[in-house]
């Protein structure tokens, strides 16, 4: 028996899991044997009533955010079930009724069951993740290497007891398989693993036409299949934070291909096992890895510590290295904050959930424009055309703004590279805005008005956007008396000429048009006035640690240098805090300016379809979807909020 050796101060590559804690409550999924207790309001005293009129106004402190959020989704769940993920909803409420930072995580592990191996390509992957090369082969990495990868198993990781074996076994409550492993690297995470095999939409159905919402919902909700009676199987969702998607050999890597691009998604990661590839010599939209590589430096360094220069050589070549950083990204934590996978398995519940009231908001308008009567030009052809423009847009919007807020462009305007980049922050923002904001959809809108233009043998006049500017010189050309009487939102309408109006809605260009004049500029400004100061705040430093060893005949170049490392690395911190947040804000702006954009435009077409009369809709639906739209937008307040 070898005897346990030292670990490496660089051997990062281990991995393994820990046993998350089991909740009370009854069972929603087969990780969880009992649902979390429900959370009862306690009574609140008529004192406390009568404090919080003196405390309306005050800031609520940050450590109620958390119970803001978990009510918020309460809220969703309770007035908006049909809108909302109910089995991911569980999971996140689940996270936010545990200690924060100390929130069970977890992961699925998916063979592509397409795929020549994929299966046990995934069962590998697990196997290697979890093994521990400081010490010999352990039982359950030869019984896991024994399983049969089309049977679901989860892998609780955590400290060994002496009570618990590390056998597989079958457990009452779930009826799955479940392994028990204890390691030093992961045990202060909280994780736990689920391995089985998936078939994707793109591969379960002939149509090609699959949405990023339905890849998602197939490899973060996987169903397993429970023996329930004598040849009878039972569906359960089992909903997980994170999902890692095996694939194996050359047809592996067609089936990832044809799936929508997740460029962006840190909720989804693609690998491909496929030996004596590297991934300099593939520019791929997923990982490759050589799982062979991976389990021959594992076996070298068990037989002794003289192999472990070997052992690092082949880790890395292997590239599980990013399947373990990619992991670890949404398990570190500092400060006892709230796990990053918790915040994304929330942000990501709450935009699928507004982009379900998009999409129905959309249907009903259909529908009204359908049944209405009350325009002669209303057809079901222009109806359903308006509606998938509406839906096909904000798609696109979606879509187009994660692949250029993730690729290079983007990448390239990185705080530490603004000091010789700073002058191209116009060209890169214009750049990225001219071609991924909204280009496809701008062009089937102009062919949508194109067609209702010859369905109507007219040229109908659609309501265009203004700006403020344009308001200020429609009230310069009326005189004092000619103001009483109008609104100023129509002014002007009516007073710009039609010859210089598109003939079709222009909010999509307006929208781009402002978002370079006005936000570009602003970002540009910025990014000139934060360089100047870090340089200013160096400069300082430098000059002081200067003068401090001329004018000192005790000091020393070491304590002057001190000095001036202390200014640079204080000014460069706040280089980086502040110009992280422009880039965060300026991000959103983008993608909000967008969303109404579209919104505009489609308004701006149903006027003319319906005779410029507003939707019949019931006043019980738009106040339904505004209700929950408000309900998300303080869900995401509290999101932000929270620590």
Known sequence: MASRRPRLPDATSIRALIRPQKPPGSSICPFCSISPATIRSRPRARRDTALRKFQSTTTTHPSNARKELEQALLDLQNHAPAFINLSRLQ???????????????????????????????????????????????????????????????????????????????????????????????????????????????????????ISIQSVESALLVPTVNIPSAENRMTPITTPVHKTILIADGLMGAVDIAALPELVGNNLVLSAVNLKGVDKSQLDACFEMVDISLAEKG??????????????????????????????????????????????????????????????????????????????????????????????????????????????????????????????????????????????????????????????????????????????????????????????????????????????????????????????????????QKLVLQSLGTSGMAISLAALLYVSSFSGTVYEAGAVAALGIMWSFSQLQKKWDAARNFWEGEVREEGRKAVRAAEDSVADVLVGNVKSEMTVTEAEELTKVRDMVAKAEDALARMK
């Open 91 to 209: 999971l996140a409420l689940q996270g936010l009724r545990q200690p924060s930072g100390q929130e069970s995580v977890r992961v699925a592990i998916l063979g592509l069951a397409e795929g020549s191996d994929a299966g046990k390509a995934a069962k590998d992957v697990l196997r290697v993740l979890l093994a521990d090369p400081l010490n010999d082969e352990a039982e359950w990495e030869r019984q896991l290497q024994d399983h049969d990868p089309k049977t679901p198993l989860i892998v609780r990781v955590g400290p060994a007891v002496e009570e618990q074996s590390s056998s597989l076994t079958i457990s009452k409550t779930n009826l799955l398989s479940e392994v028990h492993v204890s390691s030093a690297e992961w045990n202060g995470f909280n994780l736990e693993l689920l391995f089985m095999e998936v078939n994707t939409p793109a591969t379960a159905s002939s149509t090609s036409d």
């Open 298 to 527: 594992v076996h070298a360094f068990r037989d002794g510590p003289q192999n472990a220069m070997q052992y690092n050589k082949l880790w890395a070549a292997s590239n599980l290295t990013a399947l373990g950083s990619w992991l670890k990204a949404g398990l570190a934590t500092t400060d006892e904050s709230t796990k990053p996978a918790v915040r994304q398995l929330v942000a990501s519940l709450l935009q699928n959930t507004l982009s379900t009231v998009e999409a129905e908001d959309a249907r009903k308008l259909s529908k009204t424009l359908n049944s209405s009567i009350s325009s002669p030009i209303v057809s079901k052809s222009l109806s359903k055309a308006l509606a998938s423009w509406a839906q096909g847009a904000h798609g696109e919007l979606q879509q187009e703004l994660d692949l250029a807020f993730t690729s290079r462009r983007w990448r390239k305007l990185g705080w530490w590279q603004l000091f010789w980049r700073v002058d191209d922050v116009a060209m890169l923002t214009n750049e990225m805005l001219s071609q991924r904001f909204l280009p496809t959809a701008e062009q089937e809108l102009v062919y949508l008005a194109g067609r209702i233009a010859e369905s109507t043998k007219t040229s109908p006049k659609y309501p265009q956007p203004f700006s403020s500017r344009d308001i200020q010189t429609a009230l310069k050309k009326l005189g004092p008396g000619d103001i009483s009487g109008r609104e100023v939102s129509g002014l002007v309408p009516v007073s710009t000429s039609s010859s210089s109006l598109p003939k079709w809605p222009g909010h999509i260009t307006f929208t781009r048009r402002y978002l370079q004049n006005e936000t570009v500029t602003a970002l540009q400004a910025l990014a």
